[in-house]
């Protein structure tokens, strides 16, 4: 389909739509390219209208939730990119069980937390989250992660629209298992807890990033996942990887298992520095590293 009768055919649906849009403005490592179209559905039917129709006209998309674990080619995005930040809203259901929609920064759960006294979503404070996207990586930090808080969610396949009871079989590592498809919105429970506590933890939580984890210069977080034998950050600090640059990235010096945009980074520069690392712990240790970046454009 050409571009102009896309265009037309998005806009019919009612959806906001923008042309030409540089791709590093909605990722947290702040490269990549220009998306041809960006279209930002507000509202749940107009998600799965967009979804069903770019599916059915065999038209490249990408669904993009915070951005913080995602690399876009140099060269941009040939298709429409559906943005779900707008697709957003907080529902409490009851005291502490809340249902969030996709696009919900998962720092409402802590501000609901500070407000009303509710704990469980603490360990999140400082992570660039949208809902959708915990669910997608099921976010993790300090030995908690998001799949510990939810209690449904629904995801929108070929079917329709699925609720799922979640529970430990729908994730292994940190990543989901159920079916595949776009999710919508998810009901998570938090527990009742002093306000003082709730807020000491918030507190404790972004000391600690701030002591272990490199702060200001864009990132995507951790680039790597943790093997069993070892901390990713470990291995490549072990491989003698700290502070190895490329163009405008870098390793950081403090936790290796960071890549650093500071200031004109290219994506090529993002992936010569994850491929490197991820060769140099092969070597080194025999064992591969596994991303938790998604880097598109790769299978």
Not at 127 to 155: D, H, K, Q, W
Not at 167 to 194: D, M
Not at 208 to 221: A, D, I, L, V, Y
Not at 246 to 252: L, Q, Y
């Amino acid at each position: 389909m050409k571009r102009r009768k896309l265009v037309q055919k998005l806009k019919e649906m009612g959806l906001t739509i923008w042309e030409g849009v540089p791709l590093a403005r909605y990722t947290t490592i702040r490269t990549g390219g220009t998306a041809e179209i960006m279209v930002f559905p507000e509202r749940v039917e107009e998600l799965v209208k967009t979804w069903h129709f770019l599916r059915t006209e065999s038209i490249p998309y990408f669904i993009l939730s915070g951005g913080s674990k995602v690399l876009f080619p140099d060269e941009g995005f040939s298709g429409v990119v559906v943005n779900l930040r707008r697709l957003k809203g907080l529902k409490e259901l009851a005291p502490g069980r809340l249902e969030a929609l996709s696009g919900t920064p998962t720092s409402a759960l802590i501000a609901y937390g500070l407000t009303k006294g509710f704990s469980g979503a603490e360990f999140l404070a400082g992570i660039p989250a949208t809902v959708g996207g915990a669910l997608y990586m099921n976010a993790g930090a300090f030995g908690r992660c998001f799949s510990e808080l939810v209690e449904e969610l629904e995801i929108l396949t070929e079917e329709g629209l699925v609720r799922l009871a979640a529970g430990p079989e729908l994730w292994r590592y940190r990543a989901f298992q159920g079916p595949r498809g776009v999710f919508v919105r998810a009901v998570v429970r938090l527990k009742p807890a002093l306000k003082e506590e709730v807020r000491s933890r918030v507190k404790a939580a972004l000391s600690r990033r701030r002591q272990t984890q490199p702060f200001g210069p864009p990132s995507f977080g951790c680039v790597f996942k943790n093997p069993e034998e070892a901390p990713a950050g470990y291995l490549i600090e072990k491989a003698g990887l700290k502070g190895l640059a490329r163009g405008g990235a870098v390793i950081s010096e403090k936790h290796a298992n960071f890549i650093l945009n500071l200031g004109k980074a290219c994506t090529n520069d993002i992936l010569y520095l994850v491929e490197e690392a991820w060769e140099r712990v092969f070597r080194t240790f025999g064992l591969e590293l596994q991303p938790e970046v998604r880097i598109v454009g790769q299978a």
